[in-house]
């Protein structure tokens, strides 16, 4: 059975650092794509990083050069380090993967993964 957990959210202010945690049991994340995506009140699920099995990385837009994703296979576990937080961060933070290797376009689409952690709460206040 395959367990995403997620940890490291929580209330910051503005200008602000997190750093989210997902450790996986069940999966080899060395093998298949890992994503970030967040949630906030009423709106929709948006996508936020992903780092693929081969290495590559993408983020949003509204992220790049604030937050990085990494991954350290021998703990199986990714991270997202979020620097100079903004109000507009504020949302609940997922952990997703693929069971294999999806399409370059198909990892930015929630519905492609297949396993999803509960979700973590990032608050950042101005």
């Known amino acids: 059975q395959v367990q995403l957990t997620e940890s490291g959210g929580g209330l910051v202010q503005a200008g602000g650092s997190l750093r989210l945690s997902c450790a996986a049991s069940?999966?080899?994340?060395?093998?298949?794509?890992m994503g970030w995506f967040r949630q906030a009140p009423g709106k929709e699920r948006e996508f936020v990083a992903v780092?693929?099995?081969?290495?590559?990385?993408y983020y949003t837009e509204s992220v790049k050069g604030r937050f990085t994703i990494s991954r350290d296979n021998a703990k199986n576990t990714v991270n997202l380090q979020m620097n100079n937080l903004k109000p507009e961060d504020t949302a609940v933070y997922y952990c997703?993967?693929?069971?294999?290797?999806?399409?370059?376009?198909?990892?930015?689409?929630?519905?492609?993964?297949?396993?999803w952690g509960q979700g973590t709460q990032v608050a950042v206040s101005s």
């Open positions: 069940g999966h080899t994340i060395s093998s298949s794509d």
């Open positions: 780092i693929r099995w081969s290495g590559l990385i």
């Open positions: 997703a993967a693929s069971a294999a290797a999806l399409g370059n376009t198909r990892v930015l689409l929630a519905h492609d993964y297949d396993y």
